[in-house]
Protein backbone atom coordinates (compact mmCIF):
# COMPACT_ATOMS: atom_id res chain seq x y z
CA UNK A 1 0.00 0.00 0.00
CA UNK A 2 0.82 3.55 -0.69
CA UNK A 3 0.66 6.68 1.01
CA UNK A 4 -1.78 7.72 -0.60
CA UNK A 5 -4.11 4.63 -0.30
CA UNK A 6 -3.17 4.66 3.47
CA UNK A 7 -4.64 8.26 3.27
CA UNK A 8 -8.01 7.20 1.28
CA UNK A 9 -8.53 3.95 3.88
CA UNK A 10 -8.05 5.92 7.09
CA UNK A 11 -10.80 8.56 5.55
CA UNK A 12 -13.35 6.21 4.85
CA UNK A 13 -12.78 5.55 8.29
CA UNK A 14 -12.45 8.97 10.06
CA UNK A 15 -15.86 9.25 7.65
CA UNK A 16 -18.25 9.05 10.12
CA UNK A 17 -17.05 11.18 12.60
CA UNK A 18 -15.84 14.16 9.84
CA UNK A 19 -19.45 14.00 8.50
CA UNK A 20 -20.96 14.08 11.76
CA UNK A 21 -18.61 17.04 12.68
CA UNK A 22 -19.43 18.89 9.56
CA UNK A 23 -22.94 18.97 9.80
CA UNK A 24 -23.39 19.26 13.46
CA UNK A 25 -20.63 21.61 13.87
CA UNK A 26 -18.73 23.21 11.28
CA UNK A 27 -22.20 24.35 9.40
CA UNK A 28 -23.48 25.51 12.22
CA UNK A 29 -20.69 27.39 13.05
CA UNK A 30 -20.96 28.82 9.22
CA UNK A 31 -24.11 29.91 9.32
CA UNK A 32 -23.92 31.92 12.78
CA UNK A 33 -20.60 33.66 11.64
CA UNK A 34 -23.25 33.96 7.60
CA UNK A 35 -25.86 35.25 9.73
CA UNK A 36 -24.14 37.31 12.34
CA UNK A 37 -22.89 39.49 9.69
CA UNK A 38 -26.37 39.66 7.58
CA UNK A 39 -28.94 42.32 8.03
CA UNK A 40 -32.71 42.53 7.74
CA UNK A 41 -32.80 42.54 4.14
CA UNK A 42 -30.08 39.78 3.64
CA UNK A 43 -27.51 41.72 2.49
CA UNK A 44 -23.58 41.37 4.04
CA UNK A 45 -24.04 44.56 6.92
CA UNK A 46 -22.57 44.85 10.35
CA UNK A 47 -25.63 46.34 11.88
CA UNK A 48 -26.64 43.54 13.89
CA UNK A 49 -23.01 44.42 16.08
CA UNK A 50 -23.66 48.30 15.60
CA UNK A 51 -27.20 47.37 17.26
CA UNK A 52 -25.52 45.79 19.56
CA UNK A 53 -23.70 49.15 21.09
CA UNK A 54 -27.73 50.73 21.08
CA UNK A 55 -29.69 47.99 23.08
CA UNK A 56 -30.15 48.34 26.86
CA UNK A 57 -31.30 45.09 27.00
CA UNK A 58 -28.13 43.32 25.91
CA UNK A 59 -26.23 45.49 28.47
CA UNK A 60 -28.86 44.56 31.51
CA UNK A 61 -28.15 40.99 30.29
CA UNK A 62 -24.63 41.35 30.71
CA UNK A 63 -24.42 43.16 34.04
CA UNK A 64 -26.83 39.95 35.02
CA UNK A 65 -25.28 37.68 33.42
CA UNK A 66 -21.88 39.11 35.76
CA UNK A 67 -24.45 38.71 38.77
CA UNK A 68 -25.48 35.45 38.05
CA UNK A 69 -22.05 34.46 36.71
CA UNK A 70 -19.47 35.41 39.97
CA UNK A 71 -22.25 34.66 42.29
CA UNK A 72 -22.99 31.20 41.31
CA UNK A 73 -18.89 30.05 40.52
CA UNK A 74 -18.25 31.46 44.02
CA UNK A 75 -21.01 29.21 46.05
CA UNK A 76 -20.52 26.34 43.83
CA UNK A 77 -17.05 26.25 43.24
CA UNK A 78 -16.14 26.66 47.14
CA UNK A 79 -19.07 24.58 48.55
CA UNK A 80 -18.11 21.51 46.45
CA UNK A 81 -14.44 22.02 47.41
CA UNK A 82 -15.17 22.04 50.92
CA UNK A 83 -17.77 18.98 50.42
CA UNK A 84 -14.77 16.93 48.53
CA UNK A 85 -12.39 18.17 51.69
CA UNK A 86 -14.96 17.05 53.96
CA UNK A 87 -15.70 13.65 52.84
CA UNK A 88 -12.39 12.57 51.69
CA UNK A 89 -10.90 13.30 55.56
CA UNK A 90 -14.44 11.03 56.62
CA UNK A 91 -13.13 7.85 57.35
CA UNK A 92 -16.40 6.66 58.94
CA UNK A 93 -18.92 3.87 57.72
CA UNK A 94 -21.66 6.52 56.14
CA UNK A 95 -18.88 7.98 53.53
CA UNK A 96 -20.45 6.24 50.69
CA UNK A 97 -23.87 7.21 51.46
CA UNK A 98 -22.75 10.73 51.66
CA UNK A 99 -21.43 10.40 48.43
CA UNK A 100 -24.19 8.73 46.92
CA UNK A 101 -26.43 11.54 48.37
CA UNK A 102 -23.97 14.36 47.17
CA UNK A 103 -24.96 12.38 43.46
CA UNK A 104 -28.16 12.49 43.24
CA UNK A 105 -28.37 16.29 41.69
CA UNK A 106 -26.70 15.24 38.27
CA UNK A 107 -29.12 12.37 37.72
CA UNK A 108 -32.01 14.66 37.98
CA UNK A 109 -33.38 16.35 34.42
CA UNK A 110 -32.55 20.51 34.99
CA UNK A 111 -36.05 20.77 33.58
CA UNK A 112 -36.90 18.50 36.53
CA UNK A 113 -34.77 20.53 39.01
CA UNK A 114 -36.75 23.70 37.52
CA UNK A 115 -39.96 22.72 38.16
CA UNK A 116 -39.14 21.23 41.71
CA UNK A 117 -37.58 24.71 42.52
CA UNK A 118 -40.64 26.36 40.95
CA UNK A 119 -42.61 24.32 43.32
CA UNK A 120 -40.68 25.18 46.70
CA UNK A 121 -40.18 28.86 45.56
CA UNK A 122 -43.95 29.18 44.70
CA UNK A 123 -45.70 32.01 46.87
CA UNK A 124 -48.93 30.59 47.23
CA UNK A 125 -48.04 27.05 48.70
CA UNK A 126 -43.88 27.24 48.37
CA UNK A 127 -42.62 25.39 51.47
CA UNK A 128 -40.05 27.35 51.92
CA UNK A 129 -42.67 30.90 52.89
CA UNK A 130 -44.25 28.25 54.80
CA UNK A 131 -41.50 27.17 57.08
CA UNK A 132 -40.31 31.00 57.40
CA UNK A 133 -43.91 32.23 57.99
CA UNK A 134 -43.41 34.70 55.36
CA UNK A 135 -44.64 35.74 51.67
CA UNK A 136 -41.52 36.85 50.23
CA UNK A 137 -42.38 36.14 46.42
CA UNK A 138 -38.94 34.81 46.34
CA UNK A 139 -38.80 34.63 42.46
CA UNK A 140 -41.39 37.65 41.56
CA UNK A 141 -39.28 40.04 43.32
CA UNK A 142 -36.40 42.29 41.47
CA UNK A 143 -34.07 41.89 44.75
CA UNK A 144 -34.45 37.79 45.17
CA UNK A 145 -35.20 36.35 41.52
CA UNK A 146 -31.74 36.39 40.87
CA UNK A 147 -30.31 34.98 44.60
CA UNK A 148 -33.03 32.77 44.34
CA UNK A 149 -31.68 31.34 40.46
CA UNK A 150 -28.22 31.66 42.16
CA UNK A 151 -29.06 29.25 44.70
CA UNK A 152 -31.44 26.72 42.47
CA UNK A 153 -28.41 26.32 40.46
CA UNK A 154 -25.87 25.58 42.92
CA UNK A 155 -28.19 23.03 44.59
CA UNK A 156 -27.76 21.45 41.10
CA UNK A 157 -23.89 21.64 40.31
CA UNK A 158 -22.08 21.86 43.66
CA UNK A 159 -22.27 18.19 43.43
CA UNK A 160 -20.72 18.13 39.52
CA UNK A 161 -17.47 20.27 41.64
CA UNK A 162 -17.93 17.67 44.22
CA UNK A 163 -17.29 14.98 42.01
CA UNK A 164 -14.30 16.35 40.01
CA UNK A 165 -12.22 17.36 43.03
CA UNK A 166 -13.19 14.25 44.87
CA UNK A 167 -12.11 12.18 42.18
CA UNK A 168 -8.99 14.14 42.18
CA UNK A 169 -7.96 14.41 45.74
CA UNK A 170 -8.61 10.25 45.48
CA UNK A 171 -5.95 9.64 42.96
CA UNK A 172 -3.35 11.45 45.20
CA UNK A 173 -1.09 8.72 45.88
CA UNK A 174 -1.24 7.61 49.64
CA UNK A 175 2.89 7.65 49.50
CA UNK A 176 2.79 11.29 49.83
CA UNK A 177 0.80 11.20 52.70
CA UNK A 178 2.75 8.60 54.42
CA UNK A 179 6.46 10.63 53.06
CA UNK A 180 4.44 13.99 54.30
CA UNK A 181 3.83 12.42 57.91
CA UNK A 182 7.16 11.33 58.18
CA UNK A 183 8.70 14.46 57.30
CA UNK A 184 6.64 15.82 60.07
CA UNK A 185 3.93 17.79 58.65
CA UNK A 186 0.59 18.83 60.37
CA UNK A 187 -2.41 17.85 58.91
CA UNK A 188 -3.06 21.34 58.02
CA UNK A 189 0.36 21.34 56.49
CA UNK A 190 -0.19 18.34 54.47
CA UNK A 191 -3.08 19.80 53.17
CA UNK A 192 -0.95 22.84 52.21
CA UNK A 193 2.20 21.49 50.73
CA UNK A 194 0.56 18.14 49.48
CA UNK A 195 -3.03 18.00 48.72
CA UNK A 196 -3.48 20.98 47.23
CA UNK A 197 -0.29 21.54 44.98
CA UNK A 198 -1.77 18.31 43.96
CA UNK A 199 -4.74 18.51 42.78
CA UNK A 200 -4.64 22.07 41.48
CA UNK A 201 -4.99 20.89 37.60
CA UNK A 202 -7.79 19.22 38.39
CA UNK A 203 -9.24 21.97 40.34
CA UNK A 204 -8.55 24.25 37.45
CA UNK A 205 -10.09 21.92 34.88
CA UNK A 206 -13.38 21.70 37.65
CA UNK A 207 -13.29 25.47 37.87
CA UNK A 208 -13.65 25.67 34.01
CA UNK A 209 -15.96 23.33 33.45
CA UNK A 210 -18.26 24.42 36.55
CA UNK A 211 -17.60 28.30 34.62
CA UNK A 212 -18.46 27.07 31.55
CA UNK A 213 -21.63 25.52 32.67
CA UNK A 214 -22.56 28.21 34.44
CA UNK A 215 -22.44 30.75 31.69
CA UNK A 216 -25.13 28.10 29.33
CA UNK A 217 -27.36 27.99 32.35
CA UNK A 218 -30.72 28.80 30.72
CA UNK A 219 -33.35 26.16 32.28
CA UNK A 220 -33.65 27.76 35.46
CA UNK A 221 -34.17 31.05 33.97
CA UNK A 222 -36.86 30.18 31.65
CA UNK A 223 -39.04 28.15 33.97
CA UNK A 224 -38.27 30.23 37.21
CA UNK A 225 -38.80 33.72 35.65
CA UNK A 226 -38.68 33.94 32.16
CA UNK A 227 -36.24 36.94 32.60
CA UNK A 228 -38.51 38.48 34.75
CA UNK A 229 -39.47 40.25 37.13
CA UNK A 230 -38.58 43.46 34.47
CA UNK A 231 -35.27 42.12 32.61
CA UNK A 232 -33.82 41.43 36.41
CA UNK A 233 -32.84 37.75 35.53
CA UNK A 234 -32.15 38.13 32.09
CA UNK A 235 -28.73 36.58 31.28
CA UNK A 236 -27.31 36.31 27.93
CA UNK A 237 -28.12 32.98 27.28
CA UNK A 238 -32.04 33.57 28.14
CA UNK A 239 -31.56 36.69 25.59
CA UNK A 240 -30.22 35.45 22.87
CA UNK A 241 -32.97 32.70 23.51
CA UNK A 242 -35.90 35.69 23.54
CA UNK A 243 -34.59 37.30 20.27
CA UNK A 244 -34.29 34.10 18.11
CA UNK A 245 -37.46 32.61 19.22
CA UNK A 246 -39.73 35.19 20.51
CA UNK A 247 -39.05 38.29 18.48
CA UNK A 248 -37.62 35.99 15.39
CA UNK A 249 -34.84 37.69 15.06
CA UNK A 250 -31.93 35.37 14.03
CA UNK A 251 -29.43 37.19 12.75
CA UNK A 252 -29.47 39.43 16.05
CA UNK A 253 -29.50 36.37 18.09
CA UNK A 254 -26.48 34.83 15.88
CA UNK A 255 -24.62 38.02 16.40
CA UNK A 256 -25.27 37.96 20.42
CA UNK A 257 -24.32 33.82 20.12
CA UNK A 258 -20.92 35.58 18.28
CA UNK A 259 -20.49 37.28 21.43
CA UNK A 260 -20.99 34.96 23.92
CA UNK A 261 -18.45 32.79 22.30
CA UNK A 262 -15.98 35.71 22.14
CA UNK A 263 -16.46 36.47 26.01
CA UNK A 264 -16.39 32.58 26.85
CA UNK A 265 -13.13 32.20 24.91
CA UNK A 266 -11.77 34.94 26.51
CA UNK A 267 -12.21 34.14 29.54
CA UNK A 268 -11.07 30.71 29.49
CA UNK A 269 -7.96 31.74 27.57
CA UNK A 270 -7.38 33.89 30.60
CA UNK A 271 -7.64 30.94 32.95
CA UNK A 272 -5.55 28.73 31.73
CA UNK A 273 -2.71 31.64 30.99
CA UNK A 274 -3.26 32.49 34.61
CA UNK A 275 -2.99 29.44 36.19
CA UNK A 276 -0.36 27.94 34.05
CA UNK A 277 -2.31 24.74 34.15
CA UNK A 278 -0.82 23.69 30.67
CA UNK A 279 2.48 23.53 32.79
CA UNK A 280 0.79 20.90 35.11
CA UNK A 281 -0.90 19.02 32.67
CA UNK A 282 2.24 18.14 30.79
CA UNK A 283 0.95 20.23 27.71
CA UNK A 284 3.84 22.25 27.72
CA UNK A 285 7.12 22.62 30.00
CA UNK B 1 21.50 21.16 64.18
CA UNK B 2 19.41 21.69 66.88
CA UNK B 3 16.21 19.29 66.95
CA UNK B 4 17.67 16.10 68.45
CA UNK B 5 21.09 16.22 67.06
CA UNK B 6 23.62 13.53 68.11
CA UNK B 7 21.87 11.98 70.81
CA UNK B 8 19.25 10.88 68.49
CA UNK B 9 21.36 9.08 66.12
CA UNK B 10 22.46 6.98 68.79
CA UNK B 11 19.28 5.52 69.00
CA UNK B 12 18.42 1.68 69.38
CA UNK B 13 15.31 0.23 68.35
CA UNK B 14 13.55 -2.40 70.50
CA UNK B 15 10.73 -4.66 68.63
CA UNK B 16 9.28 -6.57 71.34
CA UNK B 17 6.80 -9.42 70.54
CA UNK B 18 5.05 -7.84 67.78
CA UNK B 19 2.61 -9.21 65.64
CA UNK B 20 0.44 -7.18 62.90
CA UNK B 21 -2.80 -8.74 61.71
CA UNK B 22 -4.54 -7.13 58.35
CA UNK B 23 -7.64 -8.81 59.19
CA UNK B 24 -7.28 -12.31 59.53
CA UNK B 25 -3.95 -12.10 57.61
CA UNK B 26 -1.09 -12.38 60.19
CA UNK B 27 1.80 -9.91 58.51
CA UNK B 28 4.37 -10.44 60.88
CA UNK B 29 4.18 -13.11 63.96
CA UNK B 30 5.82 -12.27 67.59
CA UNK B 31 8.65 -10.72 66.04
CA UNK B 32 11.39 -10.14 68.67
CA UNK B 33 14.55 -7.26 67.16
CA UNK B 34 16.93 -5.05 68.60
CA UNK B 35 18.45 -3.06 66.08
CA UNK B 36 21.52 -1.48 68.05
CA UNK B 37 22.64 2.26 67.83
CA UNK B 38 24.66 2.87 64.27
CA UNK B 39 24.15 -0.39 62.95
CA UNK B 40 23.15 -1.11 59.14
CA UNK B 41 20.29 -3.39 59.91
CA UNK B 42 19.51 -5.36 57.08
CA UNK B 43 15.53 -7.11 56.94
CA UNK B 44 16.14 -10.29 54.60
CA UNK B 45 12.91 -12.26 52.66
CA UNK B 46 11.13 -12.79 49.98
CA UNK B 47 8.13 -10.62 48.81
CA UNK B 48 5.03 -11.26 51.63
CA UNK B 49 7.56 -12.31 54.01
CA UNK B 50 6.14 -9.48 56.63
CA UNK B 51 10.10 -7.11 55.89
CA UNK B 52 7.86 -3.91 54.84
CA UNK B 53 5.36 -4.30 57.14
CA UNK B 54 7.34 -4.27 60.14
CA UNK B 55 9.61 -1.11 58.52
CA UNK B 56 6.22 0.91 58.09
CA UNK B 57 5.58 -0.02 62.30
CA UNK B 58 8.47 0.86 63.32
CA UNK B 59 8.06 4.14 61.05
CA UNK B 60 4.50 4.38 62.74
CA UNK B 61 2.73 3.92 59.14
CA UNK B 62 1.08 1.35 60.33
CA UNK B 63 -0.31 0.15 63.37
CA UNK B 64 1.06 -2.82 66.09
CA UNK B 65 -1.71 -5.26 66.79
CA UNK B 66 0.71 -6.80 69.50
CA UNK B 67 3.77 -5.86 70.90
CA UNK B 68 5.52 -2.65 71.48
CA UNK B 69 8.39 -0.65 69.15
CA UNK B 70 11.17 1.16 71.42
CA UNK B 71 13.14 4.04 69.48
CA UNK B 72 15.36 4.97 72.10
CA UNK B 73 14.20 3.91 74.86
CA UNK B 74 10.58 5.21 74.30
CA UNK B 75 7.26 3.74 73.42
CA UNK B 76 6.29 4.42 70.63
CA UNK B 77 3.21 2.05 69.60
CA UNK B 78 0.86 5.43 69.63
CA UNK B 79 3.46 8.22 69.04
CA UNK B 80 2.38 9.60 65.30
CA UNK B 81 5.85 9.31 62.64
CA UNK B 82 5.82 12.95 62.58
CA UNK B 83 7.25 12.80 66.18
CA UNK B 84 8.98 9.70 65.80
CA UNK B 85 12.11 10.98 64.46
CA UNK B 86 12.33 8.80 61.84
CA UNK B 87 13.45 9.09 58.19
CA UNK B 88 12.23 7.23 55.64
CA UNK B 89 12.90 6.35 51.85
CA UNK B 90 10.35 4.54 50.07
CA UNK B 91 10.74 2.28 47.45
CA UNK B 92 9.66 4.56 44.66
CA UNK B 93 11.23 7.56 46.78
CA UNK B 94 7.74 9.43 46.89
CA UNK B 95 9.11 12.67 45.76
CA UNK B 96 6.66 15.08 45.61
CA UNK B 97 6.42 16.20 42.18
CA UNK B 98 5.20 19.48 42.40
CA UNK B 99 8.53 21.03 44.24
CA UNK B 100 12.00 20.91 42.99
CA UNK B 101 14.34 18.78 44.80
CA UNK B 102 15.45 21.73 47.24
CA UNK B 103 12.13 22.09 48.57
CA UNK B 104 11.76 18.35 48.72
CA UNK B 105 14.40 18.50 51.26
CA UNK B 106 14.07 21.91 52.74
CA UNK B 107 10.52 20.92 53.54
CA UNK B 108 10.99 18.95 56.51
CA UNK B 109 12.92 21.27 57.64
CA UNK B 110 10.53 24.18 56.99
CA UNK B 111 7.82 22.42 58.59
CA UNK B 112 9.81 21.98 61.41
CA UNK B 113 10.29 25.53 61.77
CA UNK B 114 14.04 25.79 60.63
CA UNK B 115 15.07 28.87 59.94
CA UNK B 116 15.53 30.05 56.31
CA UNK B 117 19.72 30.54 57.09
CA UNK B 118 19.63 27.07 58.49
CA UNK B 119 17.26 25.47 56.02
CA UNK B 120 19.79 26.80 53.14
CA UNK B 121 22.96 25.84 54.63
CA UNK B 122 21.74 22.23 56.14
CA UNK B 123 20.26 21.76 53.07
CA UNK B 124 23.49 22.86 50.76
CA UNK B 125 25.42 20.50 53.60
CA UNK B 126 23.11 17.67 52.36
CA UNK B 127 23.38 18.25 48.77
CA UNK B 128 27.08 18.26 48.92
CA UNK B 129 27.51 14.60 50.25
CA UNK B 130 25.18 13.17 48.12
CA UNK B 131 26.42 15.25 44.96
CA UNK B 132 23.16 17.04 43.94
CA UNK B 133 24.11 20.18 43.85
CA UNK B 134 23.76 20.82 40.88
CA UNK B 135 20.24 19.53 40.68
CA UNK B 136 18.71 21.70 43.56
CA UNK B 137 16.07 23.44 40.97
CA UNK B 138 14.97 20.62 39.04
CA UNK B 139 11.82 19.32 39.44
CA UNK B 140 11.96 15.06 40.75
CA UNK B 141 10.06 14.17 37.08
CA UNK B 142 13.45 15.87 35.42
CA UNK B 143 15.75 13.74 37.12
CA UNK B 144 17.10 9.98 36.62
CA UNK B 145 16.47 7.57 38.48
CA UNK B 146 19.57 7.48 40.50
CA UNK B 147 19.19 11.15 41.31
CA UNK B 148 15.90 10.70 42.43
CA UNK B 149 17.25 8.33 44.73
CA UNK B 150 20.18 10.37 46.37
CA UNK B 151 17.46 12.88 46.70
CA UNK B 152 15.21 10.68 48.29
CA UNK B 153 18.28 9.82 50.90
CA UNK B 154 18.96 13.75 50.90
CA UNK B 155 15.48 14.06 51.81
CA UNK B 156 15.65 11.77 54.48
CA UNK B 157 18.82 12.40 56.06
CA UNK B 158 18.97 16.56 56.07
CA UNK B 159 16.87 16.79 59.18
CA UNK B 160 19.28 14.21 61.31
CA UNK B 161 17.30 11.35 62.26
CA UNK B 162 17.36 8.68 65.02
CA UNK B 163 16.44 6.20 62.68
CA UNK B 164 16.72 5.47 59.05
CA UNK B 165 14.13 3.43 57.00
CA UNK B 166 14.92 2.42 53.79
CA UNK B 167 12.30 0.31 51.80
CA UNK B 168 14.09 -1.53 48.82
CA UNK B 169 15.62 2.08 47.71
CA UNK B 170 17.69 0.32 45.33
CA UNK B 171 15.21 -1.86 43.55
CA UNK B 172 14.35 1.14 41.11
CA UNK B 173 17.72 1.43 39.19
CA UNK B 174 19.59 -0.70 36.68
CA UNK B 175 21.97 -3.19 37.77
CA UNK B 176 25.27 -1.39 37.54
CA UNK B 177 24.09 1.62 38.97
CA UNK B 178 22.49 -0.71 41.91
CA UNK B 179 25.78 -1.78 42.59
CA UNK B 180 27.62 1.90 42.90
CA UNK B 181 24.55 3.10 45.10
CA UNK B 182 24.81 -0.03 47.18
CA UNK B 183 28.69 0.94 48.43
CA UNK B 184 27.87 4.71 48.75
CA UNK B 185 24.86 3.73 51.07
CA UNK B 186 27.42 1.99 53.02
CA UNK B 187 29.84 4.60 53.38
CA UNK B 188 27.23 7.27 54.19
CA UNK B 189 25.94 5.46 56.42
CA UNK B 190 29.24 5.15 58.39
CA UNK B 191 30.20 8.59 57.82
CA UNK B 192 26.56 9.98 59.24
CA UNK B 193 26.47 7.04 61.59
CA UNK B 194 22.44 6.72 62.29
CA UNK B 195 20.83 3.96 63.04
CA UNK B 196 19.61 2.10 59.62
CA UNK B 197 16.77 -0.19 59.00
CA UNK B 198 17.12 -1.51 55.21
CA UNK B 199 14.47 -3.71 53.67
CA UNK B 200 15.29 -5.86 50.73
CA UNK B 201 14.55 -9.21 48.79
CA UNK B 202 18.06 -9.24 47.64
CA UNK B 203 20.13 -11.69 49.86
CA UNK B 204 23.45 -10.17 47.69
CA UNK B 205 22.13 -6.73 48.62
CA UNK B 206 21.79 -7.72 52.23
CA UNK B 207 25.20 -9.45 52.23
CA UNK B 208 27.06 -6.41 50.86
CA UNK B 209 24.86 -3.91 53.12
CA UNK B 210 24.28 -5.58 56.50
CA UNK B 211 26.07 -5.39 60.07
CA UNK B 212 23.15 -7.74 60.64
CA UNK B 213 20.65 -9.36 59.36
CA UNK B 214 17.04 -10.71 59.74
CA UNK B 215 16.30 -12.99 57.67
CA UNK B 216 11.68 -13.18 57.87
CA UNK B 217 9.70 -15.46 56.19
CA UNK B 218 5.62 -15.26 56.28
CA UNK B 219 6.18 -12.88 59.10
CA UNK B 220 8.58 -15.06 61.21
CA UNK B 221 12.06 -14.12 61.98
CA UNK B 222 14.23 -16.73 60.75
CA UNK B 223 17.37 -15.98 62.42
CA UNK B 224 19.59 -12.86 62.98
CA UNK B 225 23.10 -12.83 62.53
CA UNK B 226 25.94 -10.84 60.83
CA UNK B 227 26.42 -11.79 57.28
CA UNK B 228 29.02 -14.35 58.10
CA UNK B 229 27.48 -16.19 60.60
CA UNK B 230 24.12 -15.96 58.28
CA UNK B 231 25.98 -17.67 55.44
CA UNK B 232 28.23 -20.04 56.98
CA UNK B 233 25.74 -21.46 59.46
CA UNK B 234 22.18 -20.95 58.50
CA UNK B 235 20.01 -22.18 61.22
CA UNK B 236 17.16 -23.55 59.37
CA UNK B 237 16.71 -25.03 55.41
CA UNK B 238 14.70 -21.58 54.80
CA UNK B 239 17.90 -19.36 55.46
CA UNK B 240 20.09 -21.70 54.23
CA UNK B 241 18.36 -21.82 50.64
CA UNK B 242 17.55 -18.22 50.63
CA UNK B 243 21.42 -17.07 51.56
CA UNK B 244 23.97 -17.50 48.59
CA UNK B 245 23.61 -17.32 44.93
CA UNK B 246 23.86 -19.87 43.55
CA UNK B 247 21.55 -21.52 46.35
CA UNK B 248 22.57 -24.15 48.91
CA UNK B 249 22.69 -27.78 47.36
CA UNK B 250 20.15 -29.86 49.23
CA UNK B 251 19.86 -33.38 49.82
CA UNK B 252 17.40 -35.44 51.26
CA UNK B 253 19.27 -38.75 52.83
CA UNK B 254 19.52 -40.33 56.40
CA UNK B 255 21.98 -40.00 59.01
CA UNK B 256 23.17 -43.26 59.95
CA UNK B 257 25.82 -44.73 62.58
CA UNK B 258 28.20 -46.98 61.10
CA UNK B 259 29.91 -48.88 63.94
CA UNK B 260 31.65 -45.82 65.21
CA UNK B 261 32.00 -43.09 62.80
CA UNK B 262 28.83 -41.81 60.79
CA UNK B 263 27.47 -41.85 57.33
CA UNK B 264 25.10 -39.91 55.06
CA UNK B 265 23.37 -42.31 53.12
CA UNK B 266 21.24 -40.98 50.02
CA UNK B 267 19.29 -42.63 47.19
CA UNK B 268 22.47 -42.51 45.22
CA UNK B 269 25.78 -42.08 47.16
CA UNK B 270 26.70 -42.04 50.47
CA UNK B 271 29.37 -40.27 52.14
CA UNK B 272 31.84 -40.98 55.55
CA UNK B 273 31.72 -38.80 58.01
CA UNK B 274 35.21 -38.23 59.82
CA UNK B 275 34.93 -35.41 62.05
CA UNK B 276 31.07 -35.24 62.67
CA UNK B 277 29.07 -36.21 65.72
CA UNK B 278 24.88 -36.74 65.83
CA UNK B 279 22.88 -37.94 68.71
CA UNK B 280 20.03 -39.67 66.65
CA UNK B 281 19.92 -41.39 63.26
CA UNK B 282 17.98 -38.63 61.30
CA UNK B 283 16.12 -38.32 58.40
CA UNK B 284 18.11 -34.90 57.07
CA UNK B 285 18.75 -32.60 53.94
CA UNK B 286 22.04 -31.94 53.57
CA UNK B 287 22.92 -28.26 52.29
CA UNK B 288 26.36 -28.14 50.88
CA UNK B 289 27.73 -25.15 48.86
CA UNK B 290 28.66 -24.99 45.31
CA UNK B 291 32.15 -23.77 46.37
CA UNK B 292 32.24 -26.37 48.93
CA UNK B 293 31.79 -29.48 46.26
CA UNK B 294 34.97 -30.23 45.49
CA UNK B 295 36.79 -32.25 41.93
CA UNK B 296 38.87 -34.88 42.94
CA UNK B 297 40.52 -37.72 40.43
CA UNK B 298 39.58 -40.71 42.16
CA UNK B 299 37.51 -41.81 45.35
CA UNK B 300 34.68 -39.58 44.81
CA UNK B 301 31.37 -39.25 44.02
CA UNK B 302 30.32 -40.36 40.70
CA UNK B 303 28.81 -37.63 38.12
CA UNK B 304 27.85 -35.75 34.77
CA UNK B 305 28.52 -32.30 34.15
CA UNK B 306 25.09 -31.12 32.58
CA UNK B 307 25.64 -27.33 31.62
CA UNK B 308 29.12 -25.73 32.27
CA UNK B 309 29.23 -22.02 32.77
CA UNK B 310 32.26 -20.49 32.56
CA UNK B 311 32.10 -16.29 34.48
CA UNK B 312 35.55 -16.06 34.28
CA UNK B 313 36.91 -15.76 38.12
CA UNK B 314 34.98 -18.93 38.70
CA UNK B 315 33.06 -21.37 36.87
CA UNK B 316 29.97 -22.85 37.37
CA UNK B 317 29.37 -27.02 36.55
CA UNK B 318 25.70 -27.90 37.18
CA UNK B 319 26.20 -32.00 37.44
CA UNK B 320 23.76 -34.84 38.06
CA UNK B 321 24.74 -37.08 40.59
CA UNK B 322 22.16 -39.40 40.45
CA UNK B 323 18.47 -38.04 40.67
CA UNK B 324 19.90 -34.87 42.11
CA UNK B 325 20.99 -32.03 39.95
CA UNK B 326 23.89 -29.78 42.17
CA UNK B 327 26.11 -26.93 41.17
CA UNK B 328 29.89 -26.87 41.66
CA UNK B 329 31.79 -23.48 41.98
CA UNK B 330 34.99 -24.04 40.52
CA UNK B 331 37.54 -21.68 41.30
CA UNK B 332 38.76 -20.13 37.60
CA UNK B 333 38.42 -21.43 34.16
CA UNK B 334 38.17 -25.17 33.67
CA UNK B 335 37.89 -26.63 30.45
CA UNK B 336 34.79 -29.01 30.82
CA UNK B 337 32.12 -29.80 28.34
CA UNK B 338 28.94 -31.31 29.36
CA UNK B 339 28.62 -35.00 28.97
CA UNK B 340 31.52 -35.81 31.12
CA UNK B 341 31.76 -38.31 33.48
CA UNK B 342 33.80 -36.77 36.99
CA UNK B 343 34.21 -37.44 40.47
CA UNK B 344 33.15 -35.05 42.87
CA UNK B 345 34.17 -34.92 46.88
CA UNK B 346 32.33 -32.71 49.52
CA UNK B 347 34.45 -30.71 52.26
CA UNK B 348 33.02 -32.71 55.35
CA UNK B 349 33.16 -29.18 57.61
CA UNK B 350 31.27 -27.42 55.40
CA UNK B 351 28.85 -29.75 55.09
CA UNK B 352 25.04 -28.72 56.77
CA UNK B 353 22.56 -31.40 57.94
CA UNK B 354 19.03 -30.25 58.75
CA UNK B 355 16.53 -32.54 60.30
CA UNK B 356 14.04 -32.83 57.79
CA UNK B 357 10.96 -32.80 59.82
CA UNK B 358 11.99 -29.36 62.14
CA UNK B 359 13.96 -28.09 59.28
CA UNK B 360 16.41 -26.86 61.78
CA UNK B 361 20.31 -27.15 61.78
CA UNK B 362 21.74 -30.27 63.50
CA UNK B 363 25.48 -29.63 63.46
CA UNK B 364 26.66 -28.02 66.19
Known amino acids: ?285 | MDNGGSEGIMSEVIVENVTKKFGNFVALDNVNLTIKPKEFFVLLGPSGSGKTTLLRLIAGLEDITEGSIYIGGKKVNDVPPKDRNVAMVFQNYALYPHFNVFDNIALTLKVRGYSKDAIKSRVSEIAKILHIEDILNKKPRELSGGQQQRVALARALVREPSVFLLDEPLSNLDAKLRVEARSFLRSLQKEVGVTTVFVTHDQSEAMALATTIAVLDKGIIKQVGDPYELYTKPKDIFTAGFIGSPAMNMIPGKLVKDGSSWRFVSEDFSVQLINTEFENEYDVILGIRPEHITLVKDDGINAKINNVEPMGAVTYLDIQVGSVELTVQYTGLIKLEAGMEIKVKFVEEKMLFYDRKTEKLLNV
Not at chain 1, 8 to 18: E, M, N, Q, S, T
Not at chain 1, 98 to 108: E, N, Q, V
Not at chain 1, 136 to 161: D, Q, R
Not at chain 1, 166 to 186: F, H, R, T
Open chain 1, 1 to 285: MNRNQVIKIGLVFAAPLIIYFLIFFIYPIYLLFKYSFTSASGAFSFINFENMIRDPILYDSLINTLYYFIGSVAVQFSAGFIAAVILNSYTGRLKNAFRSILYIPLTISPIVIALMWLIIFNPTYGPVDYMLDMNLNWLGSMNLAMPTIILANAWEYIPFVFLIIYAGLQSVPKQYYEAASIDGMSRFQTFRYITLPSIRPIMIIAFLLNSIGILQGFTLVYVLTNGGPGFSTYILSFYIYKVAFTYFNLNYASALSLLFLVIIGIYVYAILKLSSVEKYLGIKK
